[in-house]
Antibody, heavy 120, light 107 residues
Framework: EVQLVQSGAEVKTPGESLKISCKGV????????IGWVRQMPGKGLEWMGI????????KYSPSFQGQVTMSVDKSISTAYLQWNSLKASDTAVYYC?????????????WGKGTTVTVSS | DIQMTQSPSSLSASARDRVTITCRAS??????LNWYQQKPGEAPNLLIF???ILQGGVPSRFSGSGSETDFTLTISSLQPEDVAIYYC?????????FGQGTQVEIK
């Protein structure tokens, strides 16, 4: 069974750095794009970008370009989403999700989400 | 970016009613349109991709139609377990923008 296992909730103060993870289980990690989606409290879904683990090809939404960094470690089938300096407005649930093999037109298997709280 | 606009923002219907949600794209997107369901406290779940293809395991009461700029998600007979927020998403060009969501409730 294909699963994405996301890291646990984080509580950070503004200015801190953070790296959350998303581990792929039960499939060939390198062959499937992984997308990241933000959901701020009480709000809708926002597409942040996608990364192809095979060659780390990445497509960012302009809204998130320069604000976050997506990366992967193929050796441990894990994708990451990283911030260098968190802001209160980064408080949200962050979901990772896989796309169908070789394509990135939709997100078909989702992780349970990582809640990030940024507060002074 | 392509803007996606859903209507209505919320609706309340009786069990076994037929429910229709519409999604309009700010430019033509062919059939690159997906629908997701998000139940309270859960991650989103893919219902339909490529405008009309039902994802495996999704009940057949869900269906999708449309092309170019206008799309529809239909629930043929609303069930209590369908209470959720429904989102459309275009995947014609990055960023793959979502609509603002439609909250579906049972009367």
């Amino acid at each position: 069974e294909v699963q994405l296992v996301q890291s646990g909730a984080e509580v950070k103060t503004p200015g801190e750095s953070l790296k959350i993870s998303c581990k792929g289980v039960g499939y060939t990690f390198s062959s499937y794009w992984i997308g990241w989606v933000r959901q701020m409290p009480g709000k809708g879904l926002e597409w942040m970008g996608i990364i192809y683990p095979g060659d780390s090809d990445t497509k960012y939404s302009p809204s998130f370009q320069g604000q976050v960094t997506m990366s992967v470690d193929k050796s441990i089938s894990t994708a990451y989403l990283q911030w260098n300096s968190l802001k209160a407005s980064d408080t949200a649930v962050y979901y990772c999700a896989t796309c169908p093999e070789g394509a990135y037109q939709y997100l078909d298997v989702w992780g349970k989400g990582t809640t990030v709280t940024v507060s002074s | 970016d392509i803007q996606m606009t859903q209507s209505p923002s919320s609706l309340s219907a009786s069990a076994r009613d037929r429910v229709t949600i519409t999604c309009r794209a700010s430019q033509s997107i062919g059939s690159y349109l997906n629908w997701y369901q998000q139940k309270p406290g859960e991650a989103p779940n893919l219902l339909i991709f490529a405008a009309s293809i039902l994802q495996g395991g999704v009940p057949s009461r869900f269906s999708g139609s449309g092309s170019e700029t206008d799309f529809t998600l239909t629930i043929s007979s609303l069930q209590p377990e369908d209470v959720a927020i429904y989102y459309c998403q275009q995947s014609y060009s990055t960023p793959h923008t979502f609509g603002q969501g439609t909250q579906v409730e049972i009367k």
